[in-house]
């Protein structure tokens, strides 16, 4: 395949198939610099398929990096006001909002771990009220990723950048489906496979999932009227579907933010705020972390679990079988919008209303209520593994296999 076509093709997958954009609405892009080529395409084609307005927002690491380096604590901690009408404004108009990210794992790691979490938490507070539209499905959204020579040739050591970049690419199409001949309609047919799982859970209702695997031992209550989500979601204001992850191969659904009991251990690094925290594990009593531990990255994940009270509880659960093309593809990516989709991972962090029956229409002290947990961050890990086995706990008091070696234990077409 024409490397020209496939980018054509992958844009007009994230823009028919991740944000569903629809005639006569707007849309907010967020992009690297370094992504510009990709981006122009993906204006290009939102015009054709009717946007009314395409703004975008450029990041660029090095600008990112230098700010750290030098600004005082002062100017990192302030979210400036118009930056948030900005996104407001957008969200008000039905706007949908496309996310390509494409981070250097490594970008901050020579900063002190306080400076970004100052900035993480500024941040965070600021665009707390425009969170509710992305994470009540308010607004249409999708995050897509695209490679740049740092993170490729972090996946990649022994390749120059050239190459690294080329590898990279090849795994995004295929993964992503844009390697088919026809992208939208196989992600049509992924997006049916995993309804079916979700739909088979819901059935279910299980009480509470029992994780174990090595350095792994944990129970997750899960509340009443817990609902699995997974592949498209429904915008919650218009009706229309959309894909909010691509790549996605996971159903997910929230615990009780008072119900995890036990030692998780996660088995994949996990890349947050530019920082990579490895071989962690964490130990939870009544949904609190209680005590934690990491080989690197211990300060920054200190620095997370410090972000607010619910940053040390849960706010979501995720199933990915061992055997997902992103597993199957033996990378470790550092980034966690693929790595998340080759294991089953768990959130730190907000919880997502949309995962309780009628969460979305709730206030913060109804949510509290129903157990489901708050935060100004929600951080997934990956604790998923060929080793790794999960029964679920029936309303009578039954446990039966849910996952077996990393593998589903459930028969869906039954």
């Not at 400036?80 to 901050?108: C, H, M």
Request: glycine letters at 8%; aromatic letters at 8%; one cysteine or more.
């Amino acid at each position: 395949m024409a490397e020209q076509q496939a980018l054509e093709k992958y844009a007009e997958l994230a823009l028919r198939t991740g944000v569903n954009l629809q005639k006569g609405q707007p849309l907010m892009i967020n992009a690297p610099i370094d992504g510009a080529d990709f981006t122009r395409i993906v204006v290009r084609k939102a015009y054709e398929l009717g946007a009314s307005d395409v703004h975008i927002n450029w990041a660029d690491d090095e600008l990112t990096l230098l700010k750290y380096e030098n600004a005082p604590d002062e100017v990192l901690t302030d979210f400036p006001q118009w930056q948030v009408d900005k996104y407001l404004t957008f969200a008000e108009k039905g706007a949908a909002l496309l996310s390509i990210r494409s981070t250097n794992p490594d970008l901050l790691k020579d900063i002190d771990a306080a400076r970004v979490a100052k900035a993480s938490k500024a941040g965070a507070e600021a665009m707390k009220e425009f969170r509710k539209y992305t994470m009540n499905d308010r607004i249409s959204w999708s995050i897509i990723s695209i490679p740049t020579g740092d993170w490729a040739q972090k996946i990649f050591p022994d390749k120059s950048k050239e190459d690294a970049m080329e590898s990279l690419w090849e795994q995004i199409f295929k993964i992503v489906r844009v390697d088919k001949e026809d992208p939208v309609a196989a992600w049509d047919e992924h997006n049916a496979t995993l309804k079916k799982a979700r739909e088979v859970l819901n059935k279910k209702q299980y009480k509470k999932l029992i994780y174990k695997a090595p350095g792994t031992d944990i129970e997750l209550e899960l509340p009443e009227g817990h609902v699995w989500k997974g592949g498209a979601a429904e915008n919650t204001e218009k009706g229309y579907n959309f894909n909010p992850n691509m790549p996605t191969e996971e159903v997910f659904t929230l615990p009780h933010k008072y119900g995890v009991n036990g030692t998780v251990t996660a088995t994949m690094p996990l890349n947050y705020g530019g920082n990579v925290i490895d071989n962690f594990s964490l130990t939870f009593k009544d949904g609190k972390v209680v005590d934690y531990q990491a080989e690197q990255g211990y300060e920054t994940l200190k620095h997370l679990l410090d972000t607010d009270e619910g940053a040390r509880r849960l706010g979501e659960i995720a199933l990915v079988p061992h055997e997902s093309p992103i597993s199957q593809s033996g990378l470790i990516f550092y980034n966690t919008l693929y790595d998340e989709n080759a294991s089953c991972h768990i959130a730190l962090g907000k919880a997502y209303p949309t995962n309780l029956e009628g969460g979305s229409k709730m206030n913060d002290d109804e949510l509290d209520q129903h157990g489901v947990n708050d935060s100004l961050t929600h951080v997934d890990f990956m604790i998923g593994s060929a080793e790794l086995d999960i029964d679920g706990v029936t309303a009578n008091g039954e446990t039966e296999a849910v996952f077996r070696k990393g593998s589903w234990a459930i028969n869906f077409d039954e």
